[in-house]
C-alpha cells in the first residue's frame, strides 16, 4: 500500500471516546493550534529578580502623564505597585496604635515573641511594623523589633512573631531579654489579609447570599474569605478594592512609597462607599462604580457599614470623592433584582456587562438625569467565579457552572469539545479562584482552574476564537494580563508563599530551562473498519523545528510514539519511541495491532532541547494489512 497520511483535525476532542474521535487530536499539554496545525506554546521567564509575597490574584497595567508604566498587583496578602523591577508595597494601612499600647515578652533560648494589644484586630499572617521600641536588654534588640513582622499565631489580646535580624536571620533571646519594649513603642497594621484556597462556610463566596453558609462572618471580616482584588486607574491613580472589604485610593503623585488610603479618607469624601464586591471606573465618563456596595444609611447621613450583594453605586462624574446623590451632581446607585449577589462585572465595548449568581446585566452611560441605564440581557446564565470573564477583541467570553459563554451584542454558548472532560474534574469549591485570560497575539482566551483533587490552579483551558478549537493542559498560574501597555503577557506564580512574575510568549523556554512534558496525541486510527490488524513499519515525520536551539542529529529532539491496541477498552501499548531530529528521515517500526495512536512529545532527557520549538505537519506511515502471530 502507499504511504498513509496522517493529518489530524485541529483542537482537542473529549466529548467522545478514543475510536469514535477518529481523525482528530485527543489529548496535549503545552500545545497550541495555529492555522489548523499543532505546536509549542510559547515559553516564560521572570520578568524580574525581585519577588512577591503569597499568592497574586489580580494585575492591571496604566501609564501616567511621564511615560512611566505601572503594574498593580493585588496578592492574597498583600497590594504592590510594580515600577521598574521593585514590588512597592502600597498596602493601605488598618489602624496605628497609641506609644505604649504594644509590650513584648520573650522567653530565654525561643525566637518566638509574645505581643501583647489590646483588642488588636490581627489575624494569622498579618502584617504590622513596629516603631519606638527599646531593646529588651539581651539579643531582642530596637534593630530587631522595629521592622515589618508577620503575626503567627493569635488570640483576642495577644500574638506571637519570630524575632529576626535585618537580613530576616532568625534571632534567640536570652537570659538578659527581660524588657517589655518600654512605653513609646507603636504598631501600625495593615489590613487584614485573606486566605490562599477558599474555606467552605467562611462567609462571603461560600454560598449565594441569604443561602448555605453564608452570614458565619461578618461581611466585614474579609480576612475569612479567599482574597480577591479588582483596581482600576483614575487618571494616574489606583482605586483598589479587596473583595468583601475596602475601598482604597493610592496617588500616583506621592511616590511608590506611600501606601494607598481609604477611599472615605480622602479630603473632602462625601459619602463614599467603605465596603464593595468590586470596583471600575467606566470608560469615557469616568465615574468610579462599586459593585455589592453598602447603601447610605436611612438618614443619609453616612453608609450602613454592610454589603449590599445586589446594590451598585457610583460617584459624581471626574470626582472619586463625591458619593452623594445631588441634583447638581451625577452620582447615583442602582439595586439589582434578578439573582441574589453580583458576582462579577466587565467593562466591555460601550458597556459594561454585570452578573448575577443568575443573570446578566447591561450597564450604559446615557448622561442625565439618569447617568446609567441598566437592563436584563438574560437571566438563567451565572458567572463561576468573580474573574471568570474576559473581554477580547471578538466580544466578551466566560465560563459559567456548566458551560462557556460569549456575548458580542447577544448571548452564545460555545459548542466545547473538552466540556465534560473540564466540568467533570473541577473542584467547584474552588471555583473564585478561577480566572479567564486573553492572548489576543495568538487569538485565544482560555480559564486557569482547580481540578477536583486541587485546592491550588493546575490546569488551563483555551479557546481560539478565530478557528474555533479548543486546548488543554497543565500549568499554574494565578492572575494574568495580556500584552498592551507590557510588550509581553504576564502571569504569577507562587510557591511556598514566594510570587513570581513572569513574561510569557517569551523564547520557548521554562524560565531558562528546557519545557517540559510537551505533547500531543492523536485519536485511534485503523484501516478500512477496524476489522483487519495492520501492520506500520515505518514513520516518516514532518516536524519543523523553530527557536533557538541547536539543529541537526544532536540538536533539538521530539520524541515520536507509536502506540497499539486490539478493542477500543483495552490499555494502550507502547510500540516504539523514538527521537526525532531535523535531519530525522524516517523511524523504523513493527508495530502491529487493528487501532494505533500517534503522540509527539518533547524529550525530556535531552539537555540541547533549551530554546526549542516545534510545530507539526502531516505525518506519513507506511501501512498495511496483516495478521497476527
Same mark, same amino acid.
Given at each position: 500500500?502507499?504511504?498513509?497520511?496522517?493529518?489530524?483535525?485541529?483542537?482537542?476532542?473529549?466529548?467522545?471516546?478514543?475510536?469514535?474521535?477518529?481523525?482528530?487530536?485527543?489529548?496535549?499539554?503545552?500545545?497550541?493550534?495555529?492555522?489548523?496545525?499543532?505546536?509549542?506554546?510559547?515559553?516564560?521567564? %521572570?520578568?524580574?529578580?525581585?519577588?512577591?509575597?503569597?499568592?497574586?490574584?489580580? #494585575?492591571?497595567?496604566?501609564?501616567?502623564?511621564?511615560?512611566?508604566?505601572?503594574?498593580? #498587583?493585588?496578592?492574597?496578602? %498583600?497590594?504592590?505597585?510594580?515600577?521598574?523591577?521593585?514590588?512597592?508595597?502600597?498596602?493601605?494601612?488598618?489602624?496605628?496604635?497609641?506609644? !505604649?499600647?504594644?509590650?513584648?515578652?520573650?522567653?530565654?533560648?525561643?525566637?518566638?515573641?509574645?505581643?501583647?494589644?489590646?483588642? $488588636?484586630?490581627?489575624?494569622?499572617?498579618?502584617?504590622?511594623?513596629?516603631?519606638?521600641?527599646?531593646?529588651?536588654? !539581651?539579643?531582642?534588640?530596637?534593630?530587631?523589633?522595629?521592622?515589618?513582622?508577620?503575626?503567627?499565631?493569635?488570640?483576642?489580646?495577644?500574638?506571637?512573631?519570630?524575632?529576626?535580624?535585618?537580613?530576616?536571620?532568625?534571632?534567640?533571646?536570652?537570659?538578659?531579654?527581660?524588657?517589655?519594649?518600654?512605653?513609646?513603642?507603636?504598631?501600625?497594621?495593615? =489590613?487584614?489579609?485573606?486566605?490562599?484556597?477558599?474555606?467552605?462556610?467562611?462567609?462571603?463566596?461560600?454560598?449565594?447570599?441569604?443561602?448555605?453558609?453564608?452570614?458565619?462572618?461578618?461581611?466585614?471580616?474579609?480576612?475569612?474569605?479567599?482574597?480577591?482584588?479588582? $483596581?482600576?486607574?483614575?487618571?494616574?491613580?489606583?482605586?483598589?478594592?479587596?473583595?468583601?472589604?475596602?475601598?482604597?485610593?493610592?496617588?500616583?503623585?506621592?511616590?511608590?512609597?506611600?501606601?494607598?488610603?481609604?477611599?472615605?479618607?480622602?479630603?473632602?469624601?462625601?459619602?463614599?462607599?467603605?465596603?464593595?464586591?468590586?470596583?471600575?471606573?467606566?470608560?469615557?465618563?469616568? $465615574?468610579?462604580?462599586?459593585?455589592?456596595?453598602?447603601?447610605?444609611?436611612?438618614?443619609?447621613?453616612?453608609?450602613?457599614?454592610?454589603?449590599?450583594?445586589?446594590?451598585?453605586?457610583?460617584?459624581?462624574?471626574?470626582?472619586?470623592?463625591?458619593?452623594?446623590?445631588?441634583?447638581?451632581?451625577?452620582?447615583?446607585?442602582?439595586?439589582?433584582?434578578?439573582?441574589?449577589?453580583?458576582?462579577?462585572?466587565?467593562?466591555?465595548?460601550?458597556?459594561?456587562?454585570?452578573?448575577?449568581?443568575?443573570?446578566?446585566?447591561?450597564?450604559?452611560?446615557?448622561?442625565?438625569?439618569?447617568?446609567?441605564? =441598566?437592563? #436584563?440581557?438574560?437571566?438563567?446564565?451565572?458567572?463561576?467565579?468573580?474573574?471568570?470573564?474576559?473581554?477580547?477583541?471578538?466580544?466578551?467570553?466566560?465560563?459559567? %457552572?456548566?458551560?462557556?459563554?460569549?456575548?458580542?451584542?447577544?448571548?452564545?454558548?460555545?459548542?466545547?469539545?473538552?466540556?465534560?472532560?473540564?466540568?467533570?474534574?473541577?473542584?467547584?469549591?474552588?471555583?473564585?479562584?478561577?480566572?479567564?485570560?486573553?492572548?489576543?497575539?495568538?487569538?485565544?482566551?482560555?480559564?486557569?482552574?482547580?481540578?477536583?483533587?486541587?485546592?491550588?490552579?493546575?490546569?488551563?483551558?483555551?479557546?481560539?476564537?478565530?478557528?474555533?478549537?479548543?486546548?488543554?493542559?497543565?500549568?499554574?498560574?494565578?492572575?494574568?494580563?495580556?500584552?498592551?501597555?507590557?510588550?509581553?503577557?504576564?502571569?504569577?506564580?507562587?510557591?511556598?508563599?514566594?510570587?513570581? #512574575?513572569?513574561? $510569557?510568549?517569551?523564547?520557548?523556554?521554562?524560565?531558562?530551562?528546557?519545557?517540559?512534558?510537551?505533547?500531543?496525541?492523536?485519536?485511534?486510527?485503523?484501516?478500512?473498519?477496524?476489522?483487519?490488524?495492520?501492520?506500520?513499519?515505518?514513520?516518516?515525520?514532518?516536524?519543523?523545528?523553530?527557536?533557538?536551539?541547536?539543529?541537526?542529529?544532536?540538536?533539538?529532539?521530539?520524541?515520536?510514539?507509536?502506540?497499539?491496541?486490539?478493542?477500543?477498552?483495552?490499555?494502550?501499548?507502547?510500540?516504539?519511541?523514538?527521537?526525532?531530529?531535523?535531519?530525522?528521515?524516517?523511524?523504523?517500526?513493527?508495530?502491529?495491532?487493528?487501532?494505533?495512536?500517534?503522540?509527539?512529545?518533547?524529550?525530556?532527557?535531552?539537555?540541547?532541547?533549551?530554546?526549542?520549538?516545534?510545530?507539526?505537519?502531516?505525518?506519513?506511515?507506511?501501512?498495511?494489512?496483516? !495478521?497476527?502471530?
Amino acid at each position: 500500500m502507499p504511504l498513509q497520511k496522517l493529518l489530524f483535525k485541529p483542537g482537542i476532542n473529549k466529548e467522545a471516546t478514543d475510536y469514535a474521535s477518529e481523525g482528530g487530536w485527543v489529548n496535549s499539554n503545552l500545545v497550541r493550534f495555529r492555522k489548523g496545525l499543532p505546536e509549542k506554546i510559547g515559553g516564560w521567564v %521572570k520578568a524580574t529578580t525581585s519577588t512577591f509575597k503569597a499568592t497574586g490574584r489580580a #494585575l492591571h497595567a496604566w501609564v501616567d502623564l511621564a511615560g512611566t508604566k505601572y503594574l498593580g #498587583l493585588g496578592t492574597t496578602w %498583600k497590594y504592590y505597585v510594580v515600577d521598574g523591577s521593585s514590588f512597592n508595597d502600597v498596602t493601605p494601612i488598618r489602624s496605628t496604635t497609641a506609644a !505604649g499600647d504594644v509590650t513584648f515578652a520573650a522567653t530565654n533560648g525561643s525566637s518566638t515573641i509574645t505581643v501583647t494589644d489590646t483588642g $488588636h484586630g490581627a489575624v494569622a499572617n498579618d502584617f504590622v511594623t513596629f516603631s519606638a521600641a527599646a531593646s529588651l536588654g !539581651g539579643n531582642i534588640t530596637a534593630a530587631v523589633l522595629n521592622q515589618e513582622y508577620q503575626i503567627v499565631t493569635v488570640t483576642t489580646n495577644t500574638y506571637t512573631i519570630v524575632a529576626k535580624d535585618t537580613s530576616g536571620t532568625e534571632v534567640t533571646a536570652n537570659s538578659s531579654d527581660t524588657g517589655n519594649g518600654g512605653s513609646n513603642t507603636v504598631g501600625t497594621y495593615e =489590613i487584614n489579609v485573606g486566605l490562599d484556597v477558599y474555606v467552605p462556610s467562611t462567609g462571603w463566596g461560600s454560598d449565594y447570599w441569604g443561602a448555605g453558609t453564608w452570614g458565619s462572618v461578618s461581611p466585614l471580616d474579609a480576612a475569612n474569605q479567599l482574597r480577591l482584588w479588582s $483596581h482600576d486607574n483614575f487618571g494616574e491613580d489606583l482605586v483598589i478594592n479587596a473583595r468583601g472589604a475596602g475601598i482604597f485610593y493610592w496617588d500616583e503623585t506621592n511616590g511608590v512609597e506611600t501606601r494607598a488610603v481609604a477611599l472615605s479618607d480622602l479630603s473632602g469624601a462625601n459619602l463614599t462607599p467603605t465596603l464593595a464586591l468590586q470596583v471600575m471606573v467606566s470608560d469615557v465618563d469616568r $465615574h468610579v462604580i462599586c459593585f455589592g456596595a453598602d447603601p447610605i444609611n436611612d438618614s443619609g447621613t453616612a453608609r450602613t457599614g454592610a454589603i449590599d450583594p445586589m446594590f451598585i453605586a457610583w460617584s459624581d462624574q471626574e470626582n472619586v470623592e463625591q458619593w452623594e446623590p445631588l441634583s447638581t451632581n451625577t452620582a447615583g446607585s442602582f439595586r439589582l433584582s434578578a439573582g441574589s449577589a453580583i458576582v462579577g462585572a466587565v467593562r466591555a465595548r460601550q458597556e459594561t456587562l454585570i452578573w448575577t449568581d443568575t443573570s446578566l446585566y447591561s450597564m450604559t452611560f446615557v448622561g442625565q438625569p439618569f447617568t446609567f441605564s =441598566i437592563n #436584563l440581557v438574560n437571566e438563567g446564565v451565572g458567572l463561576v467565579g468573580p474573574n471568570a470573564m474576559i473581554n477580547t477583541p471578538k466580544g466578551v467570553f466566560w465560563m459559567d %457552572k456548566k458551560g462557556f459563554y460569549a456575548y458580542s451584542g447577544s448571548i452564545q454558548q460555545l459548542p466545547c469539545t473538552v466540556d465534560n472532560y473540564v466540568f467533570s474534574d473541577l473542584n467547584q469549591t474552588q471555583s473564585y479562584q478561577i480566572f479567564g485570560f486573553v492572548n489576543k497575539a495568538f487569538d485565544e482566551v482560555g480559564w486557569f482552574y482547580c481540578s477536583a483533587d486541587s485546592n491550588v490552579i493546575d490546569r488551563y483551558v483555551t479557546y481560539n476564537y478565530e478557528e474555533n478549537v479548543w486546548m488543554i493542559g497543565n500549568l499554574s498560574r494565578t492572575c494574568w494580563l495580556d500584552e498592551g501597555i507590557f510588550s509581553d503577557p504576564k502571569a504569577t506564580y507562587t510557591t511556598n508563599y514566594t510570587g513570581y #512574575l513572569f513574561n $510569557h510568549e517569551t523564547g520557548n523556554d521554562d524560565d531558562g530551562s528546557a519545557m517540559t512534558n510537551v505533547f500531543i496525541e492523536s485519536a485511534d486510527f485503523d484501516l478500512g473498519e477496524g476489522d483487519q490488524y495492520q501492520f506500520i513499519s515505518r514513520i516518516i515525520p514532518d516536524v519543523k523545528f523553530t527557536g533557538s536551539g541547536n539543529t541537526g542529529a544532536d540538536g533539538q529532539t521530539v520524541d515520536i510514539v507509536l502506540k497499539r491496541r486490539n478493542f477500543p477498552g483495552e490499555e494502550l501499548t507502547t510500540a516504539v519511541t523514538s527521537a526525532c531530529t531535523s535531519v530525522t528521515t524516517k523511524i523504523d517500526t513493527r508495530a502491529r495491532g487493528r487501532q494505533a495512536v500517534l503522540r509527539v512529545q518533547s524529550n525530556d532527557t535531552n539537555t540541547n532541547d533549551t530554546g526549542m520549538g516545534f510545530r507539526l505537519g502531516a505525518t506519513r506511515i507506511d501501512i498495511k494489512p496483516d !495478521g497476527m502471530r
